[in-house]
């Protein structure tokens, strides 16, 4: 059964350092989210690529988060510089074109930062 | 804003009752309710997707009932088991122009005791 992969699982910095995630699809979604998730509390979108395209990264603290989808399949997202309040769970997921179409998520990667 | 809550925010119960989990949201125009199980420290596995048109879903014991009108959904779990312990998330997919995010309530902490 096709899933969604992120690297690493589990991600220690220390603050103000850089720090990157990746996310692989599943093959043939065209639409991408990474989500944040805080201790306690359910996932809040940062981004959604559709294809390369950003379609919404309204609550992306674009000061210090960064992401890309530059072939439109995989995706990076960076943090530079990362802060105590960084620490948490970032989920990657996908989805076919449709917008009602069902999301699929990845494992996520912990973040923790020091 | 789309506002999504989940009652209660945890629930203890013995092997083999039935139990319901609830759901409620602020806005009634939405596309489709997902609900998730989250293992602790891992991603997020979809369990069941209610179209806006449609009053319920059912998986092996899991049932599922939406109330647009009402902003309501429900995930009603038979015979419960101890595997069955996790946290459930549930998240609605708003009518928006752009983009398809989910918003997602803070989650029910199952635990079902042997």
């Known amino acids: 059964e096709a899933e969604v992969a992120q690297s690493p699982r589990y991600k220690i910095t220390e603050k103000s350092q850089a720090v990157a995630f990746w996310c692989d699809p599943i093959?043939?979604?065209?639409?991408l989210y990474w989500y944040r998730q805080i201790l306690g509390q359910g996932p809040e979108l940062l981004v959604q690529f559709q294809d390369e395209s950003v379609v919404d990264d309204s609550q992306l603290p674009k000061d210090r988060f960064s992401a890309e989808r530059l072939k439109g399949v995989d995706s990076t997202l960076k943090i530079q510089p990362a802060e105590l309040g960084d620490s948490a769970m970032y989920l990657c997921a996908s989805s076919l074109r449709t917008r009602a179409g069902e999301q699929y998520f990845g494992p996520g990667t912990r973040l923790t930062v020091t | 804003k789309q506002e999504v809550t989940q009652i209660p925010a945890a629930l203890s119960v013995p092997e083999g009752e039935n139990l319901v989990l609830n759901c409620s949201f602020t806005d009634s125009a939405i596309y489709n309710l997902q609900w998730f199980r989250q293992d602790p420290g891992k991603g997020l596995t979809s369990l069941l997707l209610?179209?806006?048109?449609?009053r319920e879903q059912t998986s092996g014991r899991l049932n599922a009932s939406l109330d647009k009108s009402s902003g309501r959904s429900t995930l009603y779990i038979a015979a419960s088991q101890p595997g069955d312990s996790a946290t459930y998330l549930c998240a609605v997919r708003p009518l928006e122009e752009y983009g398809n995010k989910l918003v997602f309530g803070a989650g029910t902490i199952l635990r079902v005791k042997s």
């Open positions: 209610i179209q806006s048109s449609q």
């Open positions: 093959s043939g979604h065209a639409t």
